[in-house]
């Protein structure tokens, strides 16, 4: 879904990406840390990157 949401910003004629942290999906309890499935920070920051936009988290 993603991909395809930043693709569209990018034909819009958008070039910044802007978006919050939801911590408490990505901080289960203190000391753990979850990054997978819809949480996956670093793929939504791949995808941005590879679309050629900037990104403010």
Do not use: C, T
């Not at 991909?3 to 753990?32: C, Q, R, T």
Request: glycine share 12%; proline share 2%.
């Amino acid at each position: 879904m993603w991909a395809g949401l930043v693709h569209m910003a990018k034909e819009g004629g958008a070039d910044v990406i802007e978006s919050y942290v939801f911590w408490n999906g990505h901080k289960l309890s203190p000391g753990k840390y979850y990054f997978g499935g819809r949480f996956d920070l670093v793929k939504f920051v791949k995808i941005v990157q590879d679309a050629r936009m900037y990104m403010i988290l």
